[in-house]
């Protein structure tokens, strides 16, 4: 299945506007992202009969509905890796027909993006080791870490923007070998979304 985003929605009845929030859960059930499971499990407010999600299209540039819940909270399944998506939500009341209360501001957030893999790492300088990575879509930018030992404490290597794939590290220890591991990361306005780790690759330096 695909990334799930878990939508919530904290609001104060039909008086005020609901505020809308996104955090990822992993298939394993992890969050990720920047709000903790807790938030998921809020209790429903009182006022409202149930909530409007929509979700932004990008080819009608419109936003549409998505559904009607009745809790404070929805997972969506089924959505493309590396991808920005938008939601607002609206709670209404049923009382002489449906009677909606006001949008909820903007939230965008994306979903995981693909995993990266080392494609190649090589020491042909001295004390130098040159690490490739792949290149995945929607990420803005990868993290690369590297350590003394597989199972050892990694420390990051550098940051690198969109598209950018490879990078050298200098002034290592030459005979040793070294470990290095990279991933993607999204920035949203619901924070930071990363992908998970590449496998580990190593390298004894020249």
Same mark, same amino acid.
């Given at each position: 299945g695909g990334t799930i985003c878990a939508v919530y929605?904290?609001?104060d009845g039909m008086r005020r506007r609901p505020h809308v929030g996104c955090f990822w859960v992993g298939a394993d059930g992890a969050v990720a992202g920047p709000y903790g499971k807790s938030l998921c499990r809020r209790a429903a407010v009182g006022g409202a009969d149930g909530y409007r999600i929509y979700? $932004?299209?990008?080819?009608?540039?419109? $936003?549409?509905?998505?559904?009607?819940?009745?809790t404070n909270s929805l997972k969506i399944s089924k959505l493309s890796a590396g991808t920005k998506y938008k939601y607002k939500v609206r709670a209404y009341k049923k009382l002489n027909g449906?009677? $909606?209360?006001?949008y909820s501001a903007e939230v965008a957030t994306a979903t995981k993006c693909a995993t990266p893999k080392i494609t190649k790492i090589t020491s042909s300088k001295k004390g130098v080791a040159n690490i490739a990575w792949s290149n995945?879509?929607?990420?803005?930018? $990868?993290e690369l870490y590297?350590?003394?030992?597989?199972?050892?404490?990694?420390?990051?290597?550098?940051?690198?923007?969109?598209n950018v794939t490879n990078a050298s590290k200098s002034k290592l220890t030459s005979g040793k070998t070294y470990y290095f591991k990279v991933r993607a990361y999204t920035k949203t306005d619901s924070g930071t979304v990363y992908s998970?780790?590449?496998?580990?690759k190593s390298i004894k330096i020249k």
């Open positions: 929605f904290l609001s979700q $932004y299209n990008t080819k009608t540039k419109k $936003y549409e509905k998505l559904k009607d819940v009745t449906t009677n $909606y209360g006001a995945v879509s929607g990420e803005t930018g $990868y590297y350590a003394t030992s597989k199972n050892g404490t990694f420390k990051k290597l550098g940051t690198y923007k969109v998970a780790w590449s496998s580990v």
